[in-house]
């Protein structure tokens, strides 16, 4: 298996206080899709501050290319790749194991034997763990302060996709959202805290663990709003004539491919029906075939990959966010939002966003009310702009302010970072 392992970059030149191990289960670099944006802003933010010691691994060969990118901000690096086949054999292994099937996948002998030569040599402060799946690596350090950055729950996700599928993927996916919740709570109890995206996903988390709702932190994600700026969207990439809608994201990710099929069947063709000249844009990167088969339908084109979504964004009419499977914040709405977009969303996609005053779109899974608001909007001359939208991710979705907290929930003020490394050695148990 390889490995690729960095030396100290540009980190020496911080401010830095003391040392983080931060565990992630996707080399945080790209920001390109949603889980990568929150990761990528907490490896800058902490890189700032403290030495970071980086262990992830890549799933997308594409990915390789920013390697020197990310040695750059920290102490050392230890990525390990992470190929589909791979990843299977490891989940059987897992259902052999009885453990989840998503801790299985991360099992791997190179990353435990750099995290135990870590915890020789360099002694970090804290443990920084991203997606439940990497948290068993840090389980057998106890001494050391560990925060579990859940996301959302991933085992309300498998929960949904059982819902969604019958036969044998149905019980495979029932007994990986069981395995996953049971680990979820005891991660939470072991973990010295435990962080979710939105303070709905937090307080629901609560409720499914009473015994560490004490130490659950609701931590919102936030948009780069100089870059997400109506202002600088460029000219329109769409036809002559079209009043678009589009829904953007990562075209491979199973929540998205169902989200697109239900809009593209069952709400775009009561849209296309009254209105000639609208289009359904679906724009991301690696559509997978049940994606790419919509573009068959009249009226629906999908893109693929784009060198910028921002001007897809900015003139279209409205942008849709149609899943049916989410938890915690979505990026994609948050994005619109900034760019000032009228949003038709579904209540998952929304969930965790604040209802506000001046907000444009609509809340709904109703095929029929989404199609009617899509109606009201392309009735307009040119594309509307929501402005209260903007304004209110300037108002709570700033990636500085949240990450702020973030810091602190990290490594609280009364930590000493010179404690060393007493207490560090590998503890025995349930927590174990």
């Known amino acids: 298996m390889r490995s690729a392992r960095g030396s100290p970059g540009t980190w020496g030149r911080t401010r830095v206080m003391g040392s983080v191990l931060f565990l ?57 790749p992470l190929t589909t086949w791979a990843a299977r054999w ?30 020789v040599e360099h002694r970090p402060d804290a443990v920084l763990c991203y997606s439940s799946g990497v948290a068993p690596l840090a389980m057998p350090y106890a001494g050391l302060r560990r925060v579990m950055d859940f996301v959302d729950a991933d085992s309300d996700k498998w929960r949904q996709y059982a819902q969604a599928r019958r036969g044998p993927m149905g019980v495979i996916y029932r007994r990986e ?35 560490s709702a004490d130490k659950v932190h609701g931590i919102l994600n936030g948009v780069d709003a100089d870059y997400w700026d109506p202002g600088l969207a460029g000219p329109s990439p769409y036809g002559p004539g079209e009043r678009p809608i589009v829904f953007v994201g990562a075209m491979d990710y199973q929540a998205n491919v169902d989200a697109a099929q239900w809009f593209a069947r069952e709400v775009w063709p009561r849209i296309h029906a009254s209105r000639q000249d609208a289009r359904f844009y679906i724009v991301g990167s690696k559509p997978a075939p049940a994606v790419w088969a919509l573009g068959q339908l009249e009226g629906i084109k999908v893109t693929g990959r784009v060198d910028d979504v921002r001007p897809w964004l900015a003139h279209a009419y409205a942008a849709v966010a149609p899943l049916r499977i989410a938890r915690g914040i979505q990026n994609k709405v948050l994005e619109a939002m900034a760019m000032e977009k009228v949003v038709l969303a579904t209540p998952s996609a929304w969930e965790g ?80």
């Open 90 to 119: 490891r989940a059987l292994g897992a259902l052999v194991r009885r453990e989840p099937l998503t801790v299985g996948v991360y099992r791997n002998r190179v990353m435990r034997g750099w995290i135990e030569q870590l915890m």
């Open 177 to 211: 959202a069981r395995q996953l919740a049971a680990l979820e709570r005891t991660v939470a109890e072991c973990f010295d805290a435990s962080v979710f995206a939105s303070e709905a996903e937090a307080a629901l988390f609560r409720k499914q663990a009473p015994a």
């Open 24 to 80: 992630c289960h996707r080399m945080p670099w790209p920001p390109d899709k949603g889980d990568k944006i929150r990761s990528y802003h907490v490896l800058r933010r902490l890189a700032e501050h403290h030495r970071v010691y980086l262990g992830t691994f890549v799933d997308d060969p594409a990915d390789w290319a920013y390697l020197d990118q990310v040695k750059a901000i920290c102490a050392d690096v230890c990525v390990c």
């Open 353 to 432: 966003i604040d209802d506000f005053d001046g907000r444009q779109g609509c809340i709904s899974d109703q095929p029929g009310t989404m199609a009617d608001e899509a109606l009201r909007w392309l009735e307009l001359p040119r594309p509307a702009r929501a402005a209260a939208a903007r304004i209110r991710v300037l108002s709570h979705y700033q990636w500085a302010r949240n990450l702020d907290v973030y810091q602190r929930v990290l490594v609280p003020s009364a930590m000493s970072h010179a404690a060393g490394y007493a207490g560090h050695a590998p503890s025995v148990g349930a927590c174990s």
